[in-house]
């Protein structure tokens, strides 16, 4: 079975606060990508990293890091130094080599950055 | 500027009525997809194309159709078959399957 969870349903921090969004992932194939997308309130999802699964460095870009560990299925997200901007609904997605490109969502987190 | 357009943004209809819902992209990407998204939950394959003139029922196919005459465009019609039709639809496109999927702004489609 192939199935991604995101434990977290909604998260408050303040602005500034480091906030970590939790990806657990299930699939028996080898090869694979993961995938995370922030969803604004205005609906549209936003591309924001992918990792194949033979890459596990981590990953920084400005205030984002993810952390990948293959050992426990895990591909999490950091976000540094909160802001009230970073307001959204943060899916993990996975997606395996077989059959078609079909991408499997978790449930999302809610983040909600408070002044 | 490349990119998904999904319109109308907001729908409404009645019960009983099919309704089409338009996805067009200028970014030359072979495949595209749609997803349907309820309140609270993740996202759901309905329909994928890879390639014009051909495509695949996704997970929740039951109730819609659609059509890939052309590249560029990859309209669903939600039928009066959908039992439970209210929902927010995203189109989305890729090119190749390790790439990332981009999607549109997506409409909100209520059924009453």
């Known amino acids: 079975a192939q199935k991604v969870t995101q434990a977290q349903t909604e998260i408050s921090v303040v602005e500034k606060e480091d906030v970590t969004l939790d990806c657990v992932y299930e699939?028996?194939?080898?090869?694979?990508?993961l995938f995370w997308y922030k969803q604004p309130p205005s609906g549209e999802l936003v591309f924001l990293i992918r990792?194949?699964?033979?890459?596990?460095q981590n990953e920084i870009s400005g205030r984002y890091s993810w952390n990948f560990q293959k050992s426990t299925s895990s591909f999490n997200f950091t976000i540094t130094a909160s802001q009230v901007v970073d307001s959204a609904v943060y899916f993990c997605?996975?997606?395996?080599?077989?059959?078609?490109?079909?991408?499997?969502f978790g449930a999302g987190t809610r983040l909600a950055v408070h002044p | 500027d490349g990119g998904i357009t999904q319109s109308p943004k907001y729908l409404f209809r009645k019960e009983g009525q099919n309704v089409t819902l338009s996805c067009e992209q200028n970014?030359?990407?072979?495949?595209m997809y749609w997803y349907r998204q309820d309140p609270g939950q993740g996202l759901r394959l309905i329909y994928y194309?890879?390639?014009?003139?051909?495509?695949q029922k996704g997970d929740i196919a039951e109730g819609y159709s659609v059509s890939r005459e052309k590249k560029e465009s990859f309209p669903l019609t939600v039928t009066s078959a959908q039992k439970n039709p209210t929902a927010f639809y995203l189109c989305?496109?890729?090119?190749?399957?390790?790439?990332?999927?981009?999607f549109g702004p997506g409409t909100r489609l209520t059924v009453t």
């Open positions: 194309s890879q390639i014009v003139n051909d495509f």
């Open positions: 989305a496109s890729n090119q190749g399957f390790t790439y990332e999927q981009y």
């Open positions: 699939t028996r194939d080898t090869t694979y990508y």
């Open positions: 997605a996975l997606r395996t080599s077989g059959g078609y490109n079909k991408l499997i």
């Open positions: 970014l030359n990407h072979d495949a």
């Open positions: 990792r194949n699964s033979f890459d596990e």
